[in-house]
């Protein structure tokens, strides 16, 4: 079965869409999903707004909980709070923790002014050097999602990543993940624009030629049109970079085909 992994739902504050719409629109598809809460401690301007009460969530989320709707987290990588993000990741059975990077050294990437006085180049070290710290830091997380998410935000002509800025630096992060064994996630959100699929390729590219194999897909819906938005693109995208997708149940990573 084909899953949408990343979702958010009632318990994430930028959410417009209940469990109960992400399960209908899950069924009319006739895929799976994994609803992925935003975990983000110490947020910078608003430290406690993407935190929820975790044991609420699984309380009233159990109903819902089968083998097509799987409950997770996503989890807002921070130096600071690594501790307390990897005792959060042991504490509750989820059947999938994701991995984030929605902050650069306390600044937050969806915010313009976390990029002033950056040119392109050092705002796209800054944000490989400082992924590279928190995979050192983190450890118990599933996958790691969105490599292109400062690309939905940063001020510059190019908004893609691309390889030959930052080679030692990409070759460095993708390198860690292959060795803790952590799939990359082919984030569907911008895969309706073909320069973005063009780069983006790239990237999953040279993931696998240093020896990546899996590749997590999600919408990072938080609306109900949005649930299962791209999947076809994602899948395509995989096959193209040779990575095969899968899907986490119980913190253990299942194919999606065969
Ligand atoms: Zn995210
Ligand atoms: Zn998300």
């Keep these: 079965m084909i899953f949408d992994t990343h979702m958010h739902c009632d318990y994430s504050c930028d959410s417009h869409m209940k469990i109960a719409e992400a399960v209908a ?45 799987l409950l997770g987290i996503e989890i807002g990588m921070q130096k600071q709070t690594a501790a307390a993000d990897e005792a959060l990741a042991a504490r ?27 040119t392109k180049a050092e705002a796209v070290c800054e944000f490989l050097t400082d992924t590279l710290a928190n995979l050192k830091l983190h450890d118990n997380f599933d996958a790691f999602a969105h490599i292109d998410y400062m690309c939905r935000y940063m001020p510059f002509a190019d908004k893609e990543l691309r390889l030959g800025e930052a080679p030692e630096l990409f070759d460095e992060v993708f390198e860690l993940l292959i ?40 919408s990072d819906a938080h609306y109900k049109e949005h649930v299962g938005r791209g999947l076809k693109e994602a899948l395509t995208l995989a096959d193209e970079a040779g990575l095969e997708p899968v899907y986490f149940k119980e913190r253990k990573m299942r194919k999606m085909r065969g």
């Design 92 to 118: 509750y059975p989820f059947d999938y923790v994701l991995a984030s990077m929605h902050c650069v050294n306390g600044r937050d990437l969806y915010e313009e002014r976390c990029y002033a006085g950056q």
């Design 25 to 69: 629109a899950a069924k009319q598809q006739e895929i799976g999903i994994v609803i992925t809460e935003h975990w983000d401690d110490d947020y910078p301007t608003n430290p406690t707004a993407f935190m929820f009460d975790v044991d609420e969530y699984f309380e009233r989320f159990a109903p819902y909980r089968s083998g097509q709707v």
């Design 179 to 218: 060795a803790k064994e952590k799939p990359l996630e082919i984030n569907t959100r911008r895969l309706d624009d073909p320069g973005a699929l063009a780069a983006l390729l790239t990237l999953y590219r040279r993931y696998a030629q240093l020896g990546g194999k899996y590749a997590v897909i999600g």
